[in-house]
């Protein structure tokens, strides 16, 4: 075989790649740039300006929902990524079980079901607890958003676990490595690809949920989907751009942040 | 493919190993059987209740949710009973957008994850931050940036007629296009990392031997890559397709309204509709639809599999 | 998890002491409602910490506080949901030791039929629902539920629908002819179907819109709110808004203190705080609709005090009516016609 020809390569898929990038950042291009209009309009441009940015900087409400939002973002993918590593072990990395199917279908519930069905379910479980026990804190929001990451969580990192060999883990016991070192030093590396995976896409659902935040939340529990959905009858304004444009940056921050710590680790 | 992951054989009491096994699993269902799936036995019992004043139910056995998901008493004459064809539509609508939503994912995400495992290793976290970047933004303001891009006088119609393409502005958004190109946006990434979580430890001394054999390139991708990122593939589809069966954000905002999806049907009744026992009936169907789908598929793919995994 | 335990002990013990007073308050309102400036005046002027917490809808905000464990103190229903708030017990009585300026209300505000005398409420702004259509495209009278249910060829694609189910089914039924939009006349609602049914495929949308589609051109005409209008033709002199002569909803929301509010004192100052009527042009300068109440006027920005939007034409007051709720037989009906109209 001559030199060039790469076994990675497949014709056209770079190119659709690259299309599909285009595709993802168009419109949050076109968001980005009308954050910076001097005018309320969201299509024609009347000139730069920051306005937006210092109205929402002066906003109390609008940077209170925010940093709730990343807040339980945050803590519900963690919760649920680490919920879901042993649930992903515990279906994959054994010979077939009765209930396996149903513990499958169990785990990924969550999916099934428009928000609005799990919304009202939950609006009855969560205030009935709320009238009974008298807490009314950020920990329902937390568990009802944990439970419904979990299937983001799991299915990447079960997809992970299912490519990979595990002869690994099997020479790791032979060498008398207890299961928890053999998952430790040998499983647990390999499924960080994984486990990345799981965690960001329950971080951005969790970003994303809205519907059942706005039936489980109580007085000051907005988060900033729930902002933006109690403001779809009236009117957005470019005020809105210039949150999620900062949400952007929040997140391209984190992404430097990342690179920088694992090149020195590197 | 069968051969590669061979079963750890089980060792030392079947019953001790199948207690381990629980005790893996128990964190998670515990998690889930209090906040999603034991409150969805709420929505069972009313679907059996009469509807309530104003939203709500009164605590009144009726089958009259039931009846009306499958069949429709004439307004103007309540003896004619016929098929509920709006509702049953709207299921078939429904299913029909989530499978070209689930197509077109994966057309789009295949080579897309495909092009982020081929990077240099420490490139490939990149480009992974680089799809789920786009989605740090809320979901509804998502949905308007890409309304604001296809509408009449938007982006895309005033760059197509400057380029002399059309003539005049496509009327693009409130269609089905809409809602496709909508929900496609939204659920790639739940397309795109999971293959990608597949394909990172793609052995390709596999594909190598592939075109050492003299395969094309299709083939090798259709007998060698295919089945090996079968996974991802698995777990990317459910991610995409039962989520889209369920949408309601994306076909509200880009489908303006005139065409209905299954979410917004049950939001309907659940809201201005004010019947929570049709609204609890067309889920309680579409949980049964979905389950019974879900297991033909993992059937399907686990006989392809050798029956291995369950 | 211990955290969880003990931060929910400390709450049972903290709500069985005190009851209110300690200088807090929950507001539950419609989300981007709430003059921001009016709450900080209102600390400033009583040392009460306000949170606003946002519904996205009347359903939503009853199927809420229906269930208890909220902690919210005041909620803004809209007029055709009062009365199931109170027939529920979910309202609590105002305190006319607190309440006192119950008199400002201007006279046609008090005697409301979801709350006569106003013993449970009190007006939080009001608006209408019409017809918004850009004047350079359509020279006709602007006055017309034609506009929208059998529009003339100009304004045929371009039109959009609110989907609010009562403020469009009222302006159908009065388009037909109709006078009670719980009518039990089923010719009515034969009619108000195949109207619907028939104008449909002219339209391009059942959304909220934004105020750009309407400035850009996009949309040249449909079913709006007044002051959403109004505020489309500060940016396009076009726009302008129409009151269907045949006859068009009046809409209220309406401030109340919830029955199980554990601010309740709070709750009834700030709720006599803003019939005040400086207080009361806060609200409407901020959400550019009416307040409901007396002697406002002169603090309201000056170009909503002569707005044509908020103003409404002598001759087409009487055909402004408040939407009722309808019985649930009747519901069903209205509900069918809408959902098979969505499908």
């Known amino acids: 075989m001559a030199k060039s020809f790469s076994v990675r390569r497949l014709p056209g898929f770079g190119a659709i790649a690259l299309a599909t990038f285009v595709m993802l950042y168009l419109p949050i291009v076109v968001l980005v740039v009308f954050s910076f209009n001097a005018g309320s309009s969201q299509s024609q441009w009347e000139g730069f300006s920051l306005q937006w940015y210092a109205a929402a900087f002066a906003n109390q409400q609008v940077q209170e929902v925010s940093i709730r939002s990343l807040w339980l973002a945050a803590v519900a993918a963690g919760v649920a990524t680490a919920l879901a590593v042993p649930a992903a072990l515990g279906t994959t990395r054994v010979s077939r079980f009765p209930g396996q199917t149903m513990i499958y279908a169990l785990i990924n519930q969550p999916l099934m079901v428009p928000e609005i069905v799990t919304g009202i379910a939950l609006l009855i479980v969560v205030a009935w607890l709320k009238v009974h026990t008298g807490y009314t804190g950020m920990g329902y929001l937390v568990l009802a958003h944990t439970a419904f990451c979990i299937p983001f969580a799991y299915l990447p990192i079960r997809a992970r676990l299912e490519t990979l060999d595990a002869t690994l883990e099997s020479a790791a016991s032979d060498l008398y490595a207890s299961p928890f070192q053999a998952f430790r030093f040998i499983t647990l590396p390999l499924l960080v ?74 | 493919m069968a051969a590669q992951t061979p079963d750890p054989a089980p060792e030392g009491e079947p019953q001790e190993r199948h207690g381990w096994k629980w005790a893996l699993n128990a964190p998670a269902l515990a998690v889930l059987i209090l906040a999603a799936s034991g409150p969805l036995i709420i929505v069972a019992v009313y679907s059996f209740l009469s509807p309530g004043n104003m939203g709500g139910v009164a605590w009144d056995f009726s089958l009259d949710g039931w009846f009306k998901v499958f069949w429709t008493r004439d307004i103007f004459d309540p003896e004619n009973v016929s098929w509920n064809w709006g509702n049953l539509t709207v299921f078939w609508r429904t299913v029909w957008l989530s499978i070209q939503t689930t197509v077109i994912c994966a057309v789009l995400g295949f080579p897309t994850a495909w092009f982020i495992a081929t990077r240099p290793p420490h490139r490939r976290a990149l480009w992974l931050f680089l799809i789920t970047i786009p989605f740090w933004t809320n979901l509804l303001i998502r949905t308007f940036a890409i309304q604001e891009l296809i509408r009449g006088t938007g982006l895309l119609n005033t760059v197509m007629m400057g380029l002399g393409i059309v003539n005049e502005p496509v009327q693009m958004l409130y269609s089905d296009f809409a809602i496709l190109l909508g929900m496609a946006y939204v659920f790639l990434p739940l397309m795109v990392l999971p293959l990608y979580a597949a394909m990172d430890k793609l052995d390709f001394r596999l594909v190598e031997a592939g075109y050492d054999l003299y395969a094309s390139r299709f083939r090798v991708l259709w007998h060698v890559i295919l089945p090996l990122v079968k996974p991802g593939f698995v777990a990317g589809s459910i991610l995409v397709f039962i989520p889209s069966i369920g949408a309601y954000v994306t076909p509200r905002v880009l489908g303006g309204g005139r065409t209905m999806m299954l979410g917004n049907l049950i939001g309907l009744q659940f809201g201005q509709g004010r019947n929570w026992p049709l609204g609890a009936a067309l889920s309680m169907l579409l949980l049964i639809i979905v389950m019974i789908a879900l297991i033909a598929y993992l059937r399907t793919v686990n006989r392809d599999d050798g029956g291995r995994r369950g | 998890m211990n955290k969880t335990l003990v931060s929910a002990l400390a709450l049972i013990v903290a709500s069985a002491s005190t009851a209110s007073a300690d200088g807090v308050l929950n507001i539950y309102n419609w989300g981007n409602y709430t003059s921001p400036e009016l709450i900080e005046k209102f600390t400033a002027d009583t040392g009460i910490e306000v949170t606003i917490t946002d519904f996205d809808s009347n359903e939503t905000a009853l199927a809420r506080v229906r269930q208890g464990g909220h902690g919210f ?51 939080w702004q009001w608006g209408t629902t019409g017809i918004a259509v850009n004047t350079s495209v359509y020279t006709g009278d602007i006055n017309s539920a034609d506009i929208i249910f059998n529009p003339p060829e100009e304004l045929v694609g371009r039109i959009n629908v609110i989907p609010e189910m009562s403020d469009v089914l009222a302006i159908a039924v009065y388009a037909v002819g109709g006078d009670d939009v719980c009518t039990t006349n089923m010719d009515t609602w034969r009619a108000v179907r195949d109207m619907l049914e028939a104008a449909k495929p002219s339209w391009l949308s059942l959304d909220y819109g934004t105020i750009d589609n309407y400035t850009a051109g996009d949309i040249l005409a449909g079913v709006y709110w007044n002051g959403a209008t109004m505020r489309a033709r500060l940016q396009n002199a076009d726009v302008a808004y129409g009151y269907p002569a045949t006859g068009y909803p009046v809409w209220m929301d309406n401030a109340a203190v919830l029955a199980d509010a554990q601010n309740s004192e709070n709750a009834m100052i700030f709720i006599n705080y803003i019939l005040q009527p400086e207080n009361a042009a806060m609200l409407s300068n901020f959400a550019r609709y009416g307040n409901g109440v007396a002697g406002s006027e002169e603090f309201m920005d000056a170009d909503m005090r002569d707005a044509p939007e908020i103003v409404i034409p002598e001759a087409l007051v009487s055909a402004g009516h408040f939407n009722v709720p309808c019985s649930q037989e009747i519901q069903d009906v209205r509900t069918q016609i809408w959902t098979e109209l969505l499908q």
């Not at chain 1, 059942?212 to 907005?222: M, W």
């Open chain 3, 73 to 123: 103190d005041i909620v803004v229903p809209t007029h055709s949901y009062v009365q199931a708030w109170i027939s529920e017990g979910l309202l609590a009585p105002l305190d006319p030791e607190i309440v006192t300026d119950r008199g400002n209300i201007a006279p046609q505000w008090v005697d409301v039929d979801f709350d006569p005398g106003r013993e449970y409420t009190v007006p």
């Open chain 1, 193 to 266: 690809p994984g486990i990345a995976a799981g965690f960001m896409l329950s971080f951005v659902i969790s970003l994303d949920t809205v519907v059942i935040t706005e039936f489980v939340k109580s007085a000051g529990q907005d988060t900033l989907p729930t902002y933006m959905l109690g403001q779809l009858r009236r009117i957005i304004t470019p005020e809105m751009n210039a949150i999620a444009t900062l949400f952007l940056a929040l997140s391209l921050i984190f992404v430097t942040a990342f690179f920088l710590i694992t090149r020195k680790r590197g």
